[in-house]
Structure formats: structure tokens, C-alpha cells
């Protein structure tokens, strides 16, 4: 108890010790990096649980492609036909039609969602509805009055319009009756590529948007007692085929909080790198605080101080700021995440729901952990000083074996590594991978310090001073420039990342690409759309009938049975695929293996080669596709390879021609329509108002924009990463500062200026800064051109800016950290340093 | 186990009630591996102190006497021999259990000063009270700053102060606890010669009222001769000297 109090007010007198700062400095963004991502995660994975049976509007729900036309005896006695309202005996049902379409006004057009619900929708949760956009809303059926719409508030501004106006869908005129504020399942606009409408179910026809062929999802919803429910499942089950969904309300959030327990934990990696880097900033102040406080450490013990009572003493003092800094870090973190949930989720950030108290204590628990692991081999260097030091000042603390070191600083890193991935394969690649990056680094900033000898050779007065320090502590410059070129690089690529793959998709494009796709051309629009499009001289893709269907047969047996287990959850099974029919081999296609089919009139196939290749397919083998209520069998008599980038209709199957006429088909086609010539646009969407027109340079803005939000998150987080980076280099320069004012007070009484001084310090860290530029410049590039080239099949290119920008960047960060932390060398007069060294 | 205070036993007493032995080394030696030979640095030092006295140990430099000093007061461990402190073997005694036989009961005075530099000169003086334990801490901290008449520089650090000022903070918390031996390791080493007389003369008036056993490491004669026992060093082997 008296060694906590007196370790209390030791520290209470060090507070504005260097070394405590920069500890505290450190564990603040480290645990601010982590309780952000974990604030936000928890936040997300909250929403999701408590909204429960509103997420999915229902506490059951059964999504289809085509209409469900029988139910269960047991509890449904009235069997809904499609048309008739669904409704059994004892449950509450609800039944929606989703599908996309144009939506018109005047010259404007807009590709949305429209739901086309009965008046009981949602049976769970809450639609709310508002009469302008961002003004206050209330809870109504999402059904809107006769003859009206509700719609997203992201439509307006892209058909200008308000509410109140009328707008076209297909064939019918609506007015715009209100805006939708909140809908079952929705935590906000983020993937808004389509935005919301909600229709009557009955006004569905009149637009004449359904045709055969079209693409719709029956979503049937059924609320009730859990017995009932239990009951009405295990009956519905077995008569749903492989196309229908039967989604129970956890079971639904389950699925969505799988995917997004994944993407938050490779997020809360991200995070984790900045505490990681934080720790190396605390290793470093908590040596140097040791190494400070050997004499103090001696001298205790010499007056009678044990071991234990002076481990007490330091833990306490240790635990102390472990606490304080991590609370600090997690109220910046609640903050952070606050900014963070504005910029990926603007219109749900308030909807969110409250704090959470989980992710206080992981961050806490986190930052002890840092902490611990990265000062306690120098606090027990500390505790083990031999008192004899008060009488022979250059006796060293009893060395602490290097392993025992290694061991509790290494357990420690790999036990917060462990927690935070999760799996043993995501820890072993994250270390994998963070033992390559410090490999790399090092060696890089070995070889630019190595390079930098020379221009210190050239150099003369303060500059060749200062560039003499930095190659003299070589270790510390080296860990400076590894952290700051780290921390440069992530933000560099992912800038790079987010401008090049748009730019680099838009550059590659041939001149006169199809820019437009015609999806959802109904049967007897086909003709009349070939005319139109030959009237007006568009070049233009052959029309493809498009039939759903999903592979589920291969040679007699289910295909998921044939792969190994990592294979059969593939996204081609469990989708259902375009097919479509065609005689003539489309452009960009090639054979690879068989004999395209032709005008062969038989049960064939063509598969596209990666498709072959993931589901182990050759020619010869029959498969079985689910369309609809009815199976197909075909024979695969060639493998092809697409050119997915071509911007024409591609297909991962094609049947010969005859196979699938007989059933409805919409067709799609890609069309160039010349920057001068898309005018016609509205004309067309007047003419075929059923068919859905996709402006791909629209898609692309979208997509960019999406991309925008997730990068500025990403690099939201990337800002402690660079704050992680200055600590590192504080913490080093802190670590050398003794030594350095022993030079200036040196230099000073030798008669060098004050100036002198300044200079030669700017001109190290100056130098610092560009090199870590320079570094992370190199290394961004390197990585850009690697994702480029592998991932993505763009070619690589050079960023002449981005190796002014990173130099300029670094050289700031660094030289006014660097600056901030030594300048005061320059400004004490010598007599008082020579005093202050002792 | 322990012995009695040596508070009983004032310096000037007579030899009739013979005071205990308050520090004893027995065949004390110390020697130093280096790569090729060994050094002995002490070479079996014989020495029986009394409570109460004031002994000097003198020689030149390297001679060993910081490091005797440093094996009497426990903050080392012999080669060879024994030392008994305040009654205990010390051989028996691992560091901690030397750490706690010094606390509160030894004192120490150094060349330089060991101040720590954070801290005022009051705290500086509360420190080992607080290890200690004690209760009054304050009080006798205030106490023993005005015994040196540094009441004025209590806030003051240590890099505030002159060297003769931190030497006089240094003696307060020598002498604060109230031990019953104070070991001084070249009080004045650091000093010019008149605020090393001055150091001096604090020393032993604080120390003829507090009835400390004293023994200090010194190579000036002044200050030796003004002892009641020298022990003289000459590469590592003892004698007891005469004082003049």
C-alpha cells in the first residue's frame, strides 16, 4: 500500500516527464485506433441483433423468382394464389414483389427499386414515411394511397423532381406521395445504385413493366406465434425447390452478421497495426525511462527498497497510465467512431443504436496488453538494479536474458494479434505477413540510408552535421523510417487504389465500348428494340434471351457432392445463372476445348473456361439446371474463354439454340451511344418503358462513389496509423535527446549559433521525411502495379505525383514532430545544460 | 536479532561499558574476474566497528575503498569473508533481505550527492521516510531541512541549487530516518575546500548529536585526522592507522 502511494506520487512529480508523454501519446492512438473500429463494429452488430424480426420486415420470409402458387395444408387453408392477398388461418401474412425499373420525368430517367406491397406490409418493424426529404417522418404502412409512390430521398435530386410531381414507371404515370425515411432492413444509403420505391401491388400491372422473363423475387412474409412458425416452417421446407428461400428472422441477421463479422475483423486488423506500431513507440519510451530512472531504482534500493516493494511501485505507476491512456483513447475512439459511422452510413449514423460497454472493455483490456508486453523487459531491467550503482555510477542493471525479453514482449504482440484475427490461418498470415513488411523495410531503409552517405559527402556546415546524426544512430533511423514509410505507404496505395482502378477501368475501354445496357427486353419488345436501335445507327450487341436457372446436376449426381467441401458454398451454385441461347459464337469469345454447337439443334452447351476450371467441368459432361419448376439436362460439347471486360453481354453458360425457347425469356443487349447522340435516351425509355436502361458511366460514378466512402473510412483509420508513426519517431528522438544535447551544449560552447543548431537539426529530420517519402513513393508503386497487373488486368502505370506529394508529406510530419521534440536543445543556454547533465 | 540502539552508546562513552559491534568484516575479500586474470581488489580486511564511532577509510585512488564501502553497507556481496551489519551475517542474507535490514536503520551520504532531479529538496528528504514508512514523514522531512538550514530552498530542485546546498539536502536525508550507521562515500570529493569544511562540519555536529556510528571514504587528511579510527588502504590490503 505505501510503495502504490509512493509510486502514485513519484509519478504525480514525472508527469511532464518526455518518456511518460510519449507512453501515454502512444497507448492513446493505439487504443483510439482499436476502440474506434470496435465502438463502430459493435454499434453495427447491435443494430442488426435488436432490430431482429424488423430486419426482415417479418419473423419469417420466403423470397422466390416466380410466384409461389401452393402452401402447406397444415396451417395455411386458404392457399394464396398469386394474385389473391396470402393469407393463412392462423399467421399474419404480408406478400411483396421486388424488381428493377426505370423511373421517368421529363428528360430525366433512373434505374430503382421498386417493392409493390399489400397493405399490410412490413409485419414486422416500421416503415416511416416524411412528406420532404430530412424532415420529420412517421410511422405508416409502406402501402401508399392509389395512383402514388413513396420514395428514397436520393431519387429526387436525380430526376429533379419533388414530391408531389409525377413521374413514369413503364407504362403508368404515378405522383410522388412522400419520402421513405426508414424501411425494415435498411441501416442507410450506402449501396444506393437503385434507390427505393414503394408501389401498390395491384398498380403493378398497369405499368406493364412484368413481363415474361423479367427478373422478380416474391417475397412472402408470415409473422405469428413461435409455435405456429415452427410449425408452418418445418412443413413449408421440404416443398421449397432449390431457387426458393426460407429466411427466419435470425437466421437473416446471422447471415448478414456472418458477412459482416468478416469485414469488420480484417477492418479491426487495420486498426491493429497502429497499436501494433503504438507499441513500438512505448517499448522505446519505456527503455529510455529505465534507463533514466537506474539511478533512482538504486538509490531506493540502497535506502532498503525490496524488489517486490519496487515492482510495486512501478506497476503501479505502469497500471496508472495504462488506465488513463487507455480511457483517453477510448473516448477519442467514441468520437472517431461517430465520424466514421457519418461517413459510411450519413443517413443511419443517428439511427445507430447507443454505445456499447463490450468494446470499452476490449480496448482497455487491448491497451493494458500493448502496454505490458512493450515495458515490462525494461521495468524489470528497472527493478533489478544492483544498489552498488549509487557508488559506481557505470555498473549496468543485471542483464535480462534476451529470450526472456523476446518471450514476453513476442507473447504478448502474438496473444493481441490472436484476439483480434480470430483464426490461427489469419494469424499466421497477418504475422507472415507483418515479419515480411519489417523484413522489407528494414532492408529498405538500410539501403536508402546507405545512399544517403553520399549525399552527406556533398553536403557541408549544419546540413553535413545533421545528415551525420541521422547515419550515425543508425538503429533508431531505421525504425523511424520503417514506421513512417509503413504508415506513408497504406495511405498512399490506398489513395491509389481508389483513383487508378476507375481511371485505369474507364482508360481501357476501346473508343466506341458499349456504354449503355438494355436489360429486361420483353419477348415481343425484342424486334421493335432492333428497329429502333438500327433506325437510329447505334451500334449495338446482338439481343441474348436471358433465362435464371441454377446448376445443380453433374453427371447424374448433385454437383456440390463432386467438389471438395471449400468449393461447393461457390457463388455459381448458389446464384442463379444467366442462360441464354445462341447459334453464332458472341465476339470476344473463344473456343478452347470442343466444338462451339452452332445451329445444332440439340441438348448442348457451351461453359465458360473459369467456370470449367472452378467446378472441375470438361467436355463430355452432362449437367442439370433448376429453372423454374422444371430440370434440363445438356451435354457440354466446348469450353470458352470471355473477355469479361468487353463490356458486351457475357455468359458463363450457353445452350443451343431451340433448348430454351419455349420459355419466357427478356432479353439484354449492350449498346455505344456517341456523347453526341444520347439525347435519344428519353426518347427510348418513352418508347420501351418496360426496359431497364443502365448507364455504365453512371455505374461507374456509383461504384466510385461507394469506394470513396469505404477508402475515406479506411483512411480515417489510416490517420492513426500516421499519428502511431510520429509517436515512434518522438519516442526514438526522446530516446537520443541526452546524447544530443550533450553535442549542442558541446557546439554552443565551442561558439556555434543557435541557427547552426536549428539547422542541422531541420536538415536530419528534413532528410528523414523525404527518405520515408521516397521509400513509401517506391513502395506504393510497386504494390499499385502488382495489384493492377494480378488482380484487376489493368496495366501498370507511374505516378509522377505521388513521388512530390509523399516526400513533401513526410518531410513535414516528420520534421515538425522531429522539431517539436528537440528544440529546446537550441534554446537553453549551455551553462544550463551542462548543469541539467549533471 | 537486533542490536541494541546505538543511541545508548554515545562516541565520547567511555571504553569501560564497551559498546557492541555495530559492523564487522571477517577475512573480507573482494576480487574481479577480467578476461585474462583475476584482480583482487580487496584482500582479507579485517575490521570490528563500534556503535558510535566515526571511521575513516582512506587511500588512494583505486585502492578499494568505495568498494569496502559498498561490501560493509550490504550493497554488494564479497568474494570471500563475512560481514556482520547491525548483528547479521550478511552472507546469510539474500538482496532483498540485505534491502530490508537497510531500511529506515542505514544511511548514506555520496560524491555526488544522488539527488534525484525531479524533485524538490523537501521531497528529496521525504523519500526514504516514505520507504520507510513513517508516519511523520512530513514533519521530519521540514525538520531535517532546517537542521540544515535549507528551509528556504524547499521547493527548489536539485539543478537550483549550488553543490554545497545539494551535499547539505543530501546529509538531511542521510540523517532523517534516524539510522544507526551512516556510510559516506567522499562527502566532500565534490566541493571546493571551503564548502567541503563547511559539509564537514554539518556532518559531524549532526552526527555527535544524532549519536551515529559514522564511516566515511575519504583520501584528505584534514578530514581523516578528525576521526576517531582510520582504516588505510594500500591495493586492497588494510591497516589501522594511528589518528594524529
Known amino acids: 500500500m505505501r510503495f502504490m502511494r509512493l509510486g502514485l506520487w ?5 508527469r511532464s516527464s518526455g518518456e511518460w508523454r510519449v507512453l501515454l501519446l502512444a497507448l492513446i492512438i493505439g487504443v483510439g485506433s482499436v476502440s474506434t473500429t470496435g465502438f463502430l463494429g459493435d454499434r453495427l452488430k447491435r443494430a442488426m441483433g435488436e432490430q431482429g424480426a424488423s430486419f426482415l420486415g417479418a419473423d419469417l420470409l420466403v423470397t422466390s423468382s416466380r410466384a409461389i402458387e401452393s402452401w402447406p395444408a397444415s396451417s395455411t387453408q386458404n392457399i394464396p394464389a398469386k394474385s389473391s392477398p396470402l393469407s393463412t388461418s392462423s399467421l399474419a401474412t404480408s406478400q411483396a414483389l421486388e424488381f428493377s425499373s426505370m423511373v421517368a420525368k421529363g428528360d430525366a430517367f433512373q434505374l430503382a427499386t421498386l417493392r409493390a406491397v399489400d397493405a399490410a406490409y412490413p409485419l414486422r418493424g416500421t416503415v416511416r414515411i416524411a412528406p420532404q426529404p430530412f424532415t420529420e417522418s412517421t410511422s405508416r404502412p409502406a402501402l401508399p394511397p392509389p395512383g402514388a409512390i413513396y420514395v428514397a430521398p436520393d431519387l ?30 435498411q441501416l442507410g444509403g450506402v449501396f444506393g445504385l437503385a434507390p427505393r420505391v414503394f408501389m401498390r401491388a395491384d398498380e403493378v400491372e398497369r405499368t406493364h413493366v412484368l413481363q415474361p422473363g423479367s427478373r422478380v423475387t416474391y417475397l412472402y412474409q408470415f409473422a405469428g406465434e413461435p409455435n405456429q412458425l415452427t410449425a408452418f416452417s418445418a412443413t413449408l421446407k421440404p416443398t421449397l425447390d432449390s431457387t426458393q428461400r426460407l429466411i427466419g428472422s435470425r437466421e437473416g441477421v446471422e447471415t448478414l452478421r456472418g458477412a459482416f463479422a468478416n469485414a469488420d475483423r480484417y477492418i479491426q486488423l487495420t486498426a491493429l497495426i497502429s497499436l501494433l506500431l503504438s507499441v513500438a513507440a512505448i517499448a522505446i519510451a519505456a527503455h529510455r525511462h529505465a534507463l533514466r530512472h537506474y539511478d533512482q531504482a538504486a538509490l531506493m534500493r540502497c535506502m532498503g527498497a525490496t524488489t517486490a516493494q519496487l515492482r510495486t511501485l512501478y506497476a503501479v505507476q505502469l497500471l496508472t497510465l495504462g488506465v488513463l491512456g487507455s480511457l483517453i483513447g477510448v473516448a477519442i475512439g467514441a468520437l472517431m467512431q461517430q465520424a466514421l459511422a457519418l461517413l459510411i452510413l450519413p443517413d443511419a449514423a443517428t439511427r445507430l443504436p447507443s454505445l456499447g460497454l463490450a468494446p470499452v ?29 549509487v557508488l559506481r555510477r557505470d555498473l549496468p542493471p543485471l542483464p535480462l536474458g534476451a529470450w526472456i525479453s523476446a518471450a514476453v514482449s513476442g507473447s504478448t504482440l502474438l496473444l493481441l494479434i490472436a484476439w483480434y484475427a480470430g483464426d490461427a490461418k489469419l494469424v499466421g498470415v497477418f504475422v507472415g505477413a507483418l515479419a515480411g513488411l519489417v523484413l522489407v523495410l528494414t532492408l529498405l531503409a538500410r539501403l536508402a540510408l546507405f545512399a544517403g552517405r553520399g549525399v552527406q559527402r556533398l553536403s557541408h556546415g549544419p546540413v553535413r552535421f545533421g545528415l551525420a546524426q541521422l547515419l550515425r544512430h543508425r538503429f533508431d533511423s531505421t525504425l523511424q523510417l520503417g514506421a513512417f514509410t509503413l504508415a506513408l505507404f497504406l ?4 489513395a491509389l487504389v481508389r483513383s487508378d482502378l476507375i481511371a485505369g477501368w474507364q482508360q481501357q475501354l476501346p473508343p466506341e465500348a458499349p456504354n449503355y445496357f438494355l436489360v429486361n427486353i420483353a419477348p415481343y ?10 433506325q437510329h445507327q447505334l451500334k449495338a450487341s446482338e439481343l441474348y434471351p436471358m433465362v435464371r436457372g441454377r446448376l445443380t446436376i453433374k453427371n447424374g449426381v448433385p454437383i456440390a457432392s463432386t467438389l471438395p467441401p471449400e468449393l461447393r458454398d461457390s457463388n455459381t451454385l448458389r446464384r442463379e445463372l444467366n442462360l441464354t441461347w445462341t447459334a453464332t459464337l458472341p465476339a470476344n469469345n473463344a473456343i478452347l476445348a470442343g466444338q462451339w454447337h452452332g445451329t445444332h439443334n440439340a441438348a448442348e452447351i457451351s461453359v465458360e473456361s473459369g467456370m470449367a476450371e472452378r467446378l472441375n467441368l470438361a467436355v463430355g459432361d452432362q449437367l442439370g439446371f433448376q429453372i423454374g419448376d422444371q430440370t434440363l439436362d445438356a451435354r457440354i460439347t466446348s469450353i470458352r474463354s470471355v473477355k469479361w471486360d468487353s463490356m458486351q453481354p457475357n455468359f458463363f453458360v450457353i445452350f443451343a439454340p431451340g433448348q430454351l425457347d419455349a420459355l419466357p425469356a427478356a432479353a439484354i443487349a449492350s449498346v455505344y451511344v456517341p456523347p453526341g447522340a444520347s439525347g435519344m435516351l428519353p426518347g427510348f425509355v418513352k418508347a420501351f418503358p418496360g426496359v431497364t436502361v443502365l448507364a455504365l458511366d453512371k455505374l461507374i460514378a456509383n461504384i466510385e462513389a461507394v469506394f470513396a466512402q469505404i477508402i475515406g473510412a479506411i483512411q480515417l483509420l489510416l490517420g492513426f496509423l500516421l499519428a502511431a508513426g510520429m509517436a515512434v519517431v518522438i519516442a526514438t528522438l526522446l530516446a537520443s535527446l541526452d546524447a544530443r544535447q550533450q553535442e549542442a551544449v558541446l557546439l554552443r560552447t565551442l561558439g556555434a549559433q543557435r541557427a547552426y543548431l536549428a539547422k542541422s537539426l531541420w536538415s536530419e529530420f528534413l532528410a528523414l521525411g523525404l527518405l520515408a517519402g521516397l521509400l513509401a513513393s517506391a513502395c506504393a508503386e510497386i504494390a499499385m502495379a502488382l495489384i493492377s497487373d494480378r488482380l484487376f488486368e489493368l496495366p501498370a502505370r507511374l505516378h509522377p505525383w505521388l513521388w512530390l506529394a509523399l516526400p513533401l508529406a513526410g518531410a513535414l510530419l516528420v520534421g515538425m514532430s522531429g522539431w517539436l521534440t528537440t528544440r529546446h536543445i537550441t534554446r537553453v543556454p549551455p551553462m544550463q545544460s551542462i548543469r541539467a547533465l549533471g | 536479532m537486533t542490536p541494541p540502539d546505538s543511541a545508548q552508546f554515545p562516541a565520547e562513552s567511555s571504553s569501560a561499558s564497551q559498546p557492541p559491534s555495530v559492523v564487522t568484516a571477517r577475512a573480507l575479500s573482494q576480487r574481479v574476474s577480467t578476461a585474462d586474470s583475476t584482480l583482487t581488489i580487496l584482500s582479507e580486511v579485517e575490521l570490528d566497528v563500534k556503535a558510535g564511532e566515526i571511521l575513516a577509510i582512506t587511500g588512494a585512488s583505486g585502492s578499494g575503498k568505495s568498494t569496502l564501502l559498498g561490501l560493509l553497507a550490504g550493497l554488494d556481496q564479497p568474494s570471500s569473508g563475512d560481514i556482520f551489519l547491525l548483528g547479521q551475517n550478511l552472507s546469510e542474507l539474500d538482496e532483498d533481505a540485505r534491502a530490508r535490514l537497510r531500511a529506515g536503520r542505514i544511511g548514506f551520504v555520496f560524491q555526488s550527492f544522488q539527488l534525484l532531479p525531479a524533485r524538490s529538496a523537501l521531497e528529496n528528504i521525504l523519500l526514504p521516510l516514505e520507504l520507510a514508512g513513517r508516519t511523520d514523514a512530513r514533519e521530519r522531512a521540514a525538520h531535517w531541512l532546517e537542521r540544515v538550514g535549507l528551509t528556504a530552498r524547499a521547493a527548489h530542485t536539485p539543478r537550483q541549487l549550488s553543490g554545497g546546498e545539494q551535499q547539505r539536502i543530501a546529509i538531511a536525508r542521510a540523517f532523517a530516518t534516524d539510522p544507526q ?7 566532500t570529493g565534490n566541493l571546493d575546500a571551503d564548502t567541503g569544511a563547511r559539509i564537514i562540519e554539518l556532518l559531524f555536529e549532526l ?6 556510528t559514522l564511516i566515511l571514504v575519504t583520501h584528505d587528511d584534514a578530514l581523516a585526522s578528525r576521526c576517531q579510527r582510520r582504516l588505510h588502504l594500500i591495493a586492497g590490503h588494510a591497516s589501522e592507522v594511528a589518528v594524529a
Open chain 1, 10 to 14: 513519484l509519478l504525480r512529480r514525472e
Open chain 1, 361 to 389: 472493455g476490449i480496448a482497455v483490456v487491448s491497451g493494458l496488453l500493448a502496454l505490458a508486453g512493450a515495458s515490462l523487459p525494461a521495468l524489470m531491467r528497472l527493478i533489478r538494479v544492483p544498489p552498488l550503482r
Open chain 1, 491 to 494: 495511405v498512399a496505395l490506398l
Open chain 1, 525 to 534: 419488345q425484342q424486334a421493335a428494340v432492333a428497329d429502333y436501335l438500327s
Open chain 2, 207 to 212: 552526527n555527535a548529536s544524532a549519536h551515529t
Open chain 1, 156 to 185: 429526387l435530386p436525380l430526376l429533379s423532381a419533388n414530391v408531389g410531381d409525377s413521374v413514369q414507371i413503364g407504362e403508368a404515370s404515378f405522383t410522388i406521395a412522400g419520402v421513405v425515411a426508414e424501411e425494415p432492413g
Open chain 2, 181 to 187: 550507521i551512516l556510510f559516506a562515500d567522499e562527502p
